[in-house]
């Protein structure tokens, strides 16, 4: 199940919404729906939603317009682990992508080793991996951006280049997330070009040049077009907007319009 992708990449980062796999199942179903009858042209697959591990299954299954995914997993190696679930075991139960390192998940206290044993392994299971960045505060002296490039180098470090082309880079500066107040497409643009930059570090400059990135923090109908043009990202990563089937299909008809 490996994603072919064509910009714009749309994720939906569902948290712990629905509360029940049956208004999860109602969700996709109307998403489908709304996503065949929009006047605009999207592609077959026009999303993706990361979802429970417990509801991927069947929403995998169910999904025709898009891809479904988790939110996090395990990088510990196979074996005598209990209470975890592993990449391989999400990939064969249909997932086609999977978030690391979400800031919600930075805060229960993953650390960037752990992060970047979860990126390895996920890529070795042939996940699509959304790998995400952002920083908590901005100083003047934009020693954030040095710092978000630091993390880039060391959460891949574990990473096999060969696996480089199924990763994909998330930038979620923490104090957008959740907030009212979206980073700017001058700011998102900003650090897009150092976490790139880092990125050539690892991999050369063709590689980072072509690496897709979104832009995740207070994304809405009304501004999603505008990190794609002018925010220098390929697709977004929407929590709050993602989470209303209404919402969401108006952001991803507002990213394919001409
Ligand atoms: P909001 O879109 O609700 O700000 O959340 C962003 C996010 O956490 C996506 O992963």
Redesign the pocket.
Known sequence: NMIKRTAPIIVG?WKTTPETLQEATKFVKNLDKKCSSSKTKLPKKAYYIATSDIFIPHLAELSERGYVGSQNISGIRPGQVTGVTIPSQIASAGADFVIIG?S?VRKQGETVEERSHKVALSLQAKLTTIACFGEHTRDKNGNYLSELEEDVKKTLSLVDRSLFNNLIIAY?PVW????KNPATTSECFEVVIALRRALASIAGIDYAKKVQVLY????APDNAKDFLEDGGVDGL?????SQDVQSFVDIINACYEK
């Open positions: 980062n979400h919600e979620e957008a997330i959740g907030s995740g923090g207070a994304v990563l929407i929590g709050r907007a």
